[in-house]
Each structure stands twice: as C-alpha cells, then as structure tokens.
C-alpha cells in the first residue's frame, strides 16, 4: 500500500472525517487554553474541571438533554466549589482541588452504575470519538468557537493577568473577573475535549501542548501559535495510528501528544535537557582548556 492510500483509505469514512473535524476542533482550542493554564499553574485545576464534568453528563442523559449542558452546568459547579471552599475556610486551593474534583467525580461513577442505559455509558469516561454525531460536531464546534474567540479577545488582559495580577489590577483590570473568566473557559474547553478522550484524559489535552510550546519558545504570543500547531497535528497522527493499528484514538492522540513532549524536552534548542547539558560540557572543557594554558604559561 503506497503512502497516498495510508491517508485517503481513512478519508473514505464519514465517522473518520468527523471524528478528524472533532478531534483537531478540540485540539487547536485546548492548546491555546493551555498556554495561559501553564503560565498560571493551574493544571491540577484543569485536571479537577475535567473529572468534575462527570456527573453533569449522566445528569443529562437521565433527563434527555445535550451532554455538553450537563457538563458545563457541571463543570461551572466545581470552579463555584472550589473557589468557595478556598475564600470561606482555612483549605487552601489544591487541598479545595482535592476535594471537589474526586468528590463530583465519584458521584458521576454512582449515576453511571445505577443508571439503567442501553448506551454504554463508560464512552464518557474513556471518549468516543469514532462515535461522533453530526449534531456533537456542531455542539463542539460552537463550544469552542466561543472559547477560541473568548481567548483570542482577550488575549492581551489574560497574559498581563497570568504574568502580574498585581500591575492589571494598577491599571483598572479586575483579576478576580479575569480569573473568573479563565475558570469558566476551562470548563467549555474541558466539555470540548470530553468527546475525544473522555473525561480520564481531558486533562492531557489541556496541559501538554502549551507545557511543549514552552520549552520551545520564551515569548508568549509564538506559544500561541506554536501549542495548537503541535496539537492539531499529533491529533492527525493519533487518529491516523487509531485506524491503521485497530487502538483507542483518544489514547493514541494524548500518546503522540506526550511523545512529541519527551522529544521537545530532551532536544529543545534552548531549554532541551541534552542541549542544555551539550552546553555544559562545553563550558567545562573550555574551562579545563583555559586553565591548563594557564598551567602552561606559569611553567
């Protein structure tokens, strides 16, 4: 089979063109969100959104509505949860993380061993994105519309906001709303990722991309374009290896993901691991070099 047939075969498919469409939709989006969630440190806090969701999607499909109300509705609990327990006690944010995200995430395990469904249930747990409807395109399309143009906005106060709450305060921004902001596009974004790689490994999609871009860039706005590069396409590759090896897309995509990760941290060309070692060496050698002409010359 020539290389041409290892790309169209899969195209032939209307669930592989949709599940594409969604995959790359929700990679581009969770990659620029995750630029400003690295910068901020808010990855366990992308990790809790993401479990929390769980329940708000068995909650939906009892009642008969669109998953992505329930896990927004959801997903907007767990940040109000989070953030009252950490501003009215003594907890302090990950211990408030901890609590809320295993809490909302068990409860979400009951509904689904309780629930009697003719539909496999555990599809939100793990993803199902070779199962993607003409009507779930559309639903993650415009969910990440609006994030993307969200973020695109308000790009500038969101970067002052993740550098130095301190100083966009001094100029009239409101840190509490901003933050606000972030915590309630991170829920969108996670009810976004949900269909591709369930609600296990949203969080992969929301923290590699802009973690990689970071090693490869120091200016924030080339992150902005490096991170959904990257995503977009490892998502191709994840798919594409989904078909032709008979394996779970949504754990190839995250796998691929977490591949190109090792290859940027080992071999970055300013913050790689074995660059950065390179570089010592060098340095030691010409040390050792200089002092032994300084040997040299005393004798």
Same mark, same amino acid.
């Given at each position: 089979?020539?290389?041409v =047939? ?5 195209l032939q %498919? ?11 939709? $929700?990679?581009v ?8 969630? @690295?910068l ?5 806090m992308?990790? /809790? @959104?993401s479990h929390a969701v769980?329940?708000?999607v068995?909650?939906?499909y009892?009642?008969g509505a669109?998953?992505?109300i329930?896990a927004?509705?959801?997903?907007f &609990?767990? @940040?109000t949860?989070i ?6 006690s ?5 211990? !408030?993380i901890?609590i809320?995200?295993?809490?909302l995430?068990?409860?979400g ?11 496999d ?8 994105i070779l199962?993607?409807s003409?009507? =779930?395109?559309?639903?993650v399309?415009i969910l $990440? ?6 973020l695109?906005v308000?790009?500038? =106060?969101?970067t ?5 709450p301190i100083h966009?305060?001094?100029i009239?921004?409101?840190p509490?709303?901003?933050?606000a902001?972030l915590?309630g596009?991170?829920?969108m974004?996670?009810?976004? !990722? ?6 296990? &490994?949203?969080v ?6 802009? $973690?990689?871009a %970071?090693l &490869?860039?120091?200016r ?6 490096i991170a959904?590069?990257?995503? !977009?396409v490892?998502?191709?590759v994840?798919? %594409?290896?989904? %078909?032709?090896? =008979?394996a ?8 691929? +993901?977490g ?6 941290y080992?071999?970055a ?6 660059v950065k ?5 060098k340095?030691? /050698?010409r040390r050792?070099?200089? +002092?032994?002409?300084g ?5």
């Amino acid at each position: 089979m020539n290389p041409v =047939d290892l790309i169209v075969e899969p195209l032939q %498919y209307d669930f592989m063109t949709r599940a594409l469409l969604t995959t790359v939709i $929700a990679a581009v989006v969770c990659a620029l969100l995750s630029c400003w969630l @690295v910068l901020v440190g808010w990855s366990l806090m992308g990790d /809790a @959104v993401s479990h929390a969701v769980l329940p708000g999607v068995v909650i939906a499909y009892i009642l008969g509505a669109p998953f992505s109300i329930g896990a927004l509705v959801f997903g907007f &609990l767990a @940040v109000t949860a989070i953030g009252t327990i950490r501003g009215t006690s003594r907890v302090k944010e990950d211990a !408030a993380i901890g609590i809320v995200f295993t809490s909302l995430f068990a409860l979400g395990l009951v509904l689904i061993s309780v629930t009697p469904s003719q539909t496999d249930l555990n599809h939100i747990i793990f993803g199902n994105i070779l199962g993607v409807s003409k009507g =779930d395109l559309a639903q993650v399309g415009i969910l $990440a519309l609006i994030a993307f143009v969200v973020l695109i906005v308000k790009r500038r =106060d969101l970067t002052l906001y993740a550098f130095d709450p301190i100083h966009a305060h001094a100029i009239g921004l409101s840190p509490r709303f901003l933050g606000a902001l972030l915590l309630g596009l991170l829920a969108m974004t996670a009810v976004v !990722a949900l269909q591709v790689v369930g609600v296990i &490994l949203v969080v992969a999609m929301l923290i590699i991309p802009g $973690a990689t871009a %970071y090693l &490869l860039t120091d200016r924030f706005g080339r992150m902005l374009v490096i991170a959904p590069a990257i995503s !977009a396409v490892a998502s191709i590759v994840g798919i %594409y290896l989904s %078909y032709w090896l =008979d394996a779970s897309p949504g754990g190839l995509v995250v796998l691929v +993901q977490g591949a190109v990760f090792v290859l940027v941290y080992l071999l970055a060309p300013r913050h790689g691991l074995l660059v950065k070692r390179l570089r010592a060496g060098k340095r030691e /050698a010409r040390r050792a070099g200089v +002092q032994s002409a300084g040997v040299r010359l005393h004798s």
